[in-house]
């Protein structure tokens, strides 16, 4: 019932509504010209960061998951170690949201989608995917939505747990259970592995999220 509930809610919305995340212009950052990825260098590390998928698909309605890519250039002469739980995210009033192993997803969206529809038949997971298809074209996210993706696309896309050699870069999704068109604004922390002699730094991102 609650489902249907929520299938109603989401038609009746305006039409007109959407909402806009970005990251937030900072002194020694560049953002792109589509203002959506933000990149930053520190100490030898670049990070390159934007929204992915404002509702990984298939989110049941009851929990939205919210996926972030990030890109780490290590400009450094040694490897860098990089791994999913370097990154935060802390919200507008201070809730602070611990991102979620990429393998534990899986497990959690495979239990959410008994209505799974095999390849390569097109259909959607629950009735209001099929409305929040439509709802989330007015969300900025350069990921598109196919119907027939299964959840283990997730473990593929996401940032994997390694050291970084010099001079390379490595990049994936971050993942949150977290539901960013409620807040005002939040950030992201990215905090840098230490590397032998050195102590480990913040790198922050703040991003705006505005309702029109």
């Given at each position: 019932m609650m489902?249907?509930?929520?299938?109603?809610?989401?038609?009746?919305?305006?039409?007109?509504?959407?909402?806009?995340?970005?990251?937030?212009?900072?002194?020694?950052?560049?953002?792109d010209?589509?203002?959506?990825?933000?990149?930053?260098?520190?100490?030898?590390v670049?990070?390159?960061l934007?929204?992915?998928?404002?509702?990984?698909?298939?989110?049941?309605?009851?929990?939205?998951y919210?996926?972030?890519?990030?890109?780490?250039?290590?400009?450094?002469?040694?490897?860098?170690?990089?791994?999913?739980?370097?990154?935060?995210?802390?919200?507008?009033?201070?809730?602070?949201?611990?991102?979620?192993?990429?393998?534990?997803?899986?497990?959690?969206?495979?239990?959410?989608?008994?209505?799974l529809?095999?390849?390569p038949y097109?259909?959607?997971?629950?009735?209001?995917?099929?409305?929040?298809?439509?709802?989330?074209?007015?969300?900025?996210?350069?990921?598109?939505?196919?119907?027939?993706?299964?959840?283990?696309?997730?473990?593929?896309?996401?940032?994997?747990?390694?050291?970084?050699?010099?001079?390379?870069?490595?990049?994936?999704?971050?993942?949150?259970?977290?539901?960013?068109?409620?807040?005002?604004?939040f950030?992201?922390?990215?905090?840098?592995?230490?590397?032998?002699?050195?102590?480990?730094?913040?790198?922050?991102?703040?991003?705006?999220?505005?309702?029109?």
């Amino acid at each position: 019932m609650m489902r249907y509930l929520f299938l109603i809610f989401l038609f009746i919305l305006p039409a007109c509504s959407a909402t806009v995340i970005a990251p937030k212009a900072q002194p020694g950052s560049q953002i792109d010209m589509n203002g959506e990825r933000l990149i930053k260098a520190k100490k030898g590390v670049q990070l390159s960061l934007r929204l992915h998928e404002i509702t990984v698909r298939p989110s049941p309605a009851d929990q939205n998951y919210t996926s972030f890519w990030v890109e780490v250039a290590n400009q450094r002469n040694l490897q860098l170690p990089l791994k999913h739980t370097d990154f935060l995210l802390i919200d507008g009033q201070g809730q602070q949201y611990l991102p979620i192993d990429p393998a534990d997803l899986v497990e959690r969206l495979t239990d959410a989608a008994p209505y799974l529809v095999p390849y390569p038949y097109v259909g959607f997971y629950y009735l209001e995917d099929s409305a929040r298809s439509q709802l989330d074209t007015l969300f900025r996210s350069e990921s598109s939505y196919f119907s027939s993706r299964r959840p283990e696309y997730i473990a593929t896309e996401a940032l994997p747990n390694v050291g970084v050699l010099p001079a390379a870069n490595v990049s994936g999704a971050i993942y949150f259970a977290v539901e960013l068109r409620t807040m005002n604004s939040f950030r992201l922390i990215y905090q840098v592995g230490a590397l032998p002699g050195q102590k480990s730094f913040q790198m922050i991102v703040p991003f705006t999220v505005e309702k029109k």
